[in-house]
């Protein structure tokens, strides 16, 4: 984005048609919300940080000798603030990972708070060998607090940005270029994360039969040509231009023309239909190159990814294993039939395998269902448009409703992850029956193993189309990292717990 900035810049004069547009913000304009919800936020980062410090101590000095009787005296809490410099270098490193100059949704953020601690710990730990006090400093205290810091320090940003939103202080308002679908896609995104402190406050566009409209309920103002006088009436400082098609030149122009009368400017690329992969910005000497990222395609992520899933899988199994026996004893005694569910699906490579479920219909399911259909017109019309029953499927056994109502009839899938066919997190384990279906998408999606969750299960699950299952699973595997699937699992049990999408 700050290439094509630049590259506005650059040609400002063809653009502007030899007009002279905008002037710099005035020093009283250059920021003093932005200083003062940074200040609120190095503020609340030194509590939450010191108040993990001293429940650890705590810990360390009154609970843990009894539990460990061979530990030692420890030092006196001032000793740790004063040995480890205060707390300075915990916000220099937050300030090093962009903590206090970015906005970022929950997940992002919490991956940057997970390496500025680790920075900020291994630099403490720096410091205490300098002054020669580490031998005296406990390393269980050190590490406890790296560890409570990465839990704490996310949740409480999180209030505490929600917290100046509301009085105000961590606003900002943004003007979307584009009433299509890829502008309203984003001014829903951005509503539905006040964290990030974002206000839509209108759309721009050039189509007459728009202008004047109320859409997602924000107006829609217009033409394009007039961005210049909305940004003043509206008191904007920020602009996203979502118009995927819309010429260079034009583009060019609506950038030369914001910049200087905003503070930024970000663009939703027209990649062709790739708006959803992620892609990495590289400058070739002046020359702008979209790098399109396939990190699952790589065999060291794969075998990092492999290690990761034996790990978690092993102890889910351990920990899940009186959980499983009391299903598959209540599933026997609930109805005639096989505790589990076998359903080829294709893997990776397109190589077909038996994804194993716990059994949640009747044998006779299909002579239940004609039954039903032919007897309730509601219940038909619900299948011919979703070709599944939401409201009441007579197929499902009594077990079977729990067990998809909480999400768990997926759990024997654990051994497919054993069995390298499946991975924790991963691609929707997509039928042979739609692989026609998947088009170009298929050959990327189907590089990589399906997962038992991923980012369509915690993305809207089965209230999502066919089409946006897909771009989700794109998206993963040239995105993929550790963090995400951390994350992604983390999410689903959100997802469960909620029963978003469970039928």
Not at 242 to 258: D, K, M, N, Y
Not at 352 to 381: E, N, P, W
Request: hydrophobic share 50%; proline share 5%.
């Amino acid at each position: 984005m700050a290439r094509l900035v630049n590259l506005a810049s650059a040609e400002r004069e063809a653009a502007q048609d030899g007009q002279v547009r905008g002037r710099g913000w005035p020093l009283s304009e250059l920021g003093w919300r932005s200083a003062s919800a940074a200040a609120v936020l190095i503020v609340a980062d030194w509590l939450t940080v010191l108040a993990c410090l001293a429940a650890v101590w705590w810990v360390r000095r009154a609970v843990a000798p009894s539990l460990l009787p061979g530990l030692g005296p420890v030092m006196p809490l001032s000793a740790f603030i004063v040995q480890l410099v205060g707390l300075a270098p915990w916000t220099l490193a937050f300030a090093e990972a962009r903590l206090y100059t970015r906005r970022a949704l929950f997940w992002d953020e919490a991956g940057r708070v997970l390496y500025a601690c680790t920075l900020a710990t291994l630099f403490a730990v720096a410091l205490s060998f300098a002054n020669r006090a580490f031998p005296t400093m406990s390393r269980l205290v050190i590490g406890g607090v790296w560890l409570a810091a990465i839990a704490a320090v996310p949740i409480v940003r999180y209030h505490t940005k929600r917290l100046m939103a509301a009085v105000g202080l961590w606003n900002k308002r943004v003007l979307i270029l584009g009433a299509g679908e890829t502008g309203r896609q984003v001014g829903v995104r951005v509503r539905a994360n006040p964290d990030l402190g974002y206000v839509p406050v209108a759309y721009v566009d050039d189509d007459p039969d728009k202008i004047g409209r109320c859409l997602d309920g924000l107006p829609v103002r217009g033409p394009l040509s007039s961005i210049a006088e909305l940004i003043r009436d509206l008191q904007v400082k920020d602009v996203v231009v979502a118009i995927p098609g819309l010429s260079r030149q034009r583009l060019l122009h609506l950038v030369a023309t914001c910049e200087g009368r905003v503070q930024s400017i970000r663009l939703v690329p027209d990649l062709f239909g790739l708006a959803s992969v992620g892609v990495e910005a590289e400058d070739l000497d002046g020359v702008l190159l979209l790098h399109m990222r396939w990190n699952l395609a790589k065999p060291w992520n794969l075998l990092l990814k492999r290690g990761f899933d034996l790990t978690v899988a092993a102890l889910a199994a351990v920990v899940l294993a009186p959980l499983l026996a009391l299903i598959a004893v209540a599933i026997r005694l609930d109805s005639a039939g096989p505790v589990f569910f076998r359903q080829p699906r294709m893997g990776r490579g397109r190589a077909l395998f038996a994804c194993i479920k716990f059994r949640t219909m009747y044998v006779d399911g299909d002579d239940r269902l004609h039954a039903h259909l032919s007897g309730h017109a509601q219940g038909r019309d619900e299948w011919e448009r979703f070709r599944k029953l939401k409201s009441f499927d007579p197929r499902v056994t009594r077990v079977g409703r729990v067990l998809r109502r909480l999400s768990i009839d997926e759990l024997p899938q654990l051994l497919n992850v054993f069995r390298s066919e499946m991975s924790l997190v991963g691609p929707r384990p997509y039928l042979p029956a739609e692989a026609h279906r998947m088009g170009d998408f298929g050959e990327t999606v189907l590089k990589a193993p399906p997962g038992i969750t991923g980012l369509w299960q915690v993305s809207g699950r089965n209230n999502l189309t066919f089409e946006q299952r897909l771009r989700l699973d794109e998206y993963y595997v040239r995105n993929w990292s550790l963090w995400m699937d951390v994350v992604v699992l983390l999410k689903t049990v959100t997802a469960v717990l909620a029963r978003r999408g469970a039928y």
